[in-house]
């Protein structure tokens, strides 16, 4: 085994500089896929941009989704769904 050699303190601070925006944008990333299924996007629209839905349903949970207006619209009718898009009325119930 090699003889371990300390880090320089200019090669420690760019690691650790690299790691702290690893975290941020991981942060970013579950922030932004949560948002996208609070605002009604689908497991599956949201994964097909790079995660798996079993990612995408993680971070969501991570970050309060499902909202209860996502439970009562993955719930309503296709004739629900229909009145409320097209005419702005809200589902039945």
Do not use: C
């Amino acid at each position: 085994m090699p003889d371990a050699r300390p880090i320089s303190d200019e090669d420690a601070e760019r690691i650790r500089t690299a790691i702290a925006g690893v975290r941020a944008a991981q942060d970013e990333l579950e922030e932004a896929v949560a948002r996208g299924l609070m605002n009604g996007a689908s497991v599956r629209a949201v994964s097909e941009l790079g995660l798996s839905p079993n990612t995408v349903q993680k971070y969501g949970r991570a970050h309060g989704w499902p909202t209860e207006e996502n439970r009562a619209r993955f719930n309503e009718t296709r004739w629900d769904r229909y009145g409320r898009e097209n005419h702005g009325e809200k589902p039945a119930g």
